[in-house]
Structure formats: structure tokens, C-alpha cells
């Protein structure tokens, strides 16, 4: 499944009001979504009683946008294509398309969905982004499933590969070892003995 049921309901549910059943607490803002239930926003107080036991993701608020991190999402979506940004310490992205004036020169990377600029060479300035493509192209995939096939299709190409080169390196060795009992190399000549010194050559005696 290239979307998950749940993303677009993320995508459209309003965030950050007030709890009707807990506004006189002090973590009464609904900035809660439940994976499982896929409905309306919560706060921290109905997470306890209602989705104690669910997928729950936390959004947060970035100028006025609604952004989550990518250390929660990434866990159950595949954000790759997607542009991320570090705020207030942490990595997150955002759920939504962001209005801005109209693009500049000298932009390398624009989102292909918005055309909005991007930092980095990814794909998508936001989430809703990358399901425009999606529909729109069909070249990309919300699932972790599908990431992870791929994953291990990179993983088993590179082992096939590794293994490819060892064998042709064993076999060269293995000719190579074969060339040398073949065609044994030329022992190197005896050294040479030392020539004997030549005594000192005497007189005979002359006759008397």
C-alpha cells in the first residue's frame, strides 16, 4: 500500500484547540492524532483514558505550521523525498504545503508538488507534498514495506557483487597457481666454488 489510511486524515484534521473535556487543565491543547482510530485531534489527558494503547504521534507548531518530528514519523512512514529541518534541536518536517512569494533565481532545489525552494536536493517540501506526487506520478511510496525490499535488493546486489569478485579473485589465484606447477621456475645455478690459492712457487737448487 503506497499511502497509509491514515496520512490523509493527518493531513486535513485542525490541531492546537482547546480540549472540550479537559480545558481547565494545563495540557488541554490537542496536538495529539491517533494512528488507529484516524480521528479527531486530542489532547494529552484523553491519550491516558482513550488511546492508552495506541499509535499515537505528537504534532507540533513551527510559524504558525503544524510540523512533527521525524524520530516519531519515521517509524511508521516511509519520509524519504522529503525535506527536513532541525527546530529547536530537534529533526522534523511538515505536514503541509507552506504558501511563500514566488520562487527566486539562483533556486537549485523547488519542491516538484509547490514549486516552493528547498535547502537540500530532496523531492517534497512536506508530507501533503509527497502524496500530491504520489497520486499525481506514482514514483514514490509512503510504505516502509516497499523501503525495506528495496533495501535488501541494494544489500543483496552489493553481496552478489562481493561475492562475484572474490570468486573471480580465487580464481585467478587458482590460475595462477595452476601456471606455476605447469611451468616451475628455473632453479638459480650452484654458486660457484672458490678458486685454490697458488703457493708461492720455489727455486730448485742449483747443481754442484
Not at 160 to 170: D, G
Request: proline share 7%; glycine share 6%; net charge positive.
Amino acid at each position: 500500500m503506497a499511502v497509509p489510511p491514515w496520512l490523509e486524515p493527518l493531513l486535513t484534521t485542525p490541531f492546537f484547540s482547546t480540549c472540550s473535556v479537559h480545558g481547565d487543565a494545563a495540557r488541554s491543547e490537542c496536538n495529539m492524532f491517533c494512528l488507529d482510530c484516524s480521528g479527531d485531534s486530542f489532547c494529552f489527558y484523553c491519550r491516558s483514558s482513550r488511546h492508552k494503547d495506541h499509535q499515537v504521534i505528537q504534532i507540533r507548531r513551527s510559524s504558525y505550521h503544524d510540523v512533527v518530528r521525524v524520530a516519531e514519523i519515521q517509524k511508521v512512514l516511509d519520509i524519504s523525498g522529503v525535506q527536513t529541518y532541525v527546530i529547536n534541536s530537534a529533526r522534523v518536517l511538515f505536514l503541509n504545503e507552506r504558501p511563500q512569494p514566488k520562487t527566486g533565481k539562483g533556486v537549485s532545489h523547488i519542491c516538484e508538488t509547490c514549486g516552493r525552494s528547498l535547502l537540500d536536493p530532496f523531492r517534497f517540501c512536506s508530507l501533503g507534498c509527497k502524496l500530491v506526487g504520489i497520486k499525481r506520478n506514482g514514483d514514490a511510496s509512503f510504505s516502509l514495506e516497499a523501503k525495506n525490499e528495496m533495501g535488501m535488493e541494494r544489500g543483496e546486489g552489493i553481496s552478489r557483487r562481493v561475492s562475484l569478485s572474490s570468486s573471480s579473485r580465487e580464481e585467478d589465484e587458482l590460475r595462477e597457481g595452476s601456471q606455476q606447477d605447469i611451468y616451475p621456475s628455473t632453479p638459480p645455478p650452484p654458486p660457484s666454488s672458490a678458486r685454490r690459492r697458488k703457493g708461492i712457487p720455489h727455486r730448485a737448487p742449483f747443481a754442484s
